[in-house]
């Protein structure tokens, strides 16, 4: 089974990119989605992060404030590794259960969205799609879609550079445009991914 890893910074339209991928019949295993599953009330990583950020990163029902974590774990480097100490680990092995299961399903191909695969490790996949935007459109992006222009900023300064990035991409999806361009890039991944 091939692990293909898609990778882009906050705001690149990796969720896009996936479901275009997702629509030529690729398996899509989505690191942001398993970040909030391993946080469900109840979760062990809830408990880690409510005694490394304060219990203000819990709400009553139990659940995870992720407002609140990410103004707080998005401070400072120190406090971003914090965080991500306590759901990496986590997300390394949930992810490899997926592709378990994905592999024992007789999958193919799985595309790994993963806004931080050099963080997470780079060993989880065979081979990096970059989704690349300018800083200014992922910062537009973000805003778009209700999170502070503040803390978007912080959470780029945080993590990898876009540079890094692209330096460990085997393709490079450039996403600035319209959609049919990024369709007709992702077109031709899938033809080099999945010859006929």
Request: hydrophobic share 45%; aromatic share 4%.
């Amino acid at each position: 089974m091939l692990r293909v890893g898609l990778t882009g910074g906050i705001g690149s339209g990796k969720s896009t990119i996936a479901a275009l991928f997702r629509e030529h019949g690729a398996h899509i295993i989505d690191a942001d989605q398993i970040s909030r599953d391993i946080v469900e009330p109840g979760a062990p990583a809830i408990d880690d992060l409510v005694e490394a950020f304060g219990p203000t990163v819990k709400a009553e029902d139990g659940s995870l404030v992720r407002p609140e974590l990410a103004r707080i774990a998005f401070q400072t480097p120190e406090l971003t590794k914090q965080m991500n100490d306590i759901m990496f680990p986590r997300i390394i092995e949930e992810t490899n259960n997926r592709f378990s299961a994905a592999e024992a399903a007789g999958v193919k191909l799985v595309i790994y969205d993963v806004p931080l695969l050099t963080e997470l490790g780079t060993g989880l996949v065979e081979m990096a799609i970059v989704v690349d935007v300018p800083v200014e459109t992922q910062i537009t992006r973000a805003v778009a879609r209700g999170l502070p222009e503040d803390d978007v900023r912080r959470r780029i300064a945080v993590q990898q550079s876009r540079e890094d990035r692209l330096a460990l991409a085997d393709f490079v999806i450039d996403n600035s445009s319209d959609l049919s361009v990024t369709q007709e890039q992702v077109d031709q991944i899938w033809s080099l991914l999945m010859p006929s």
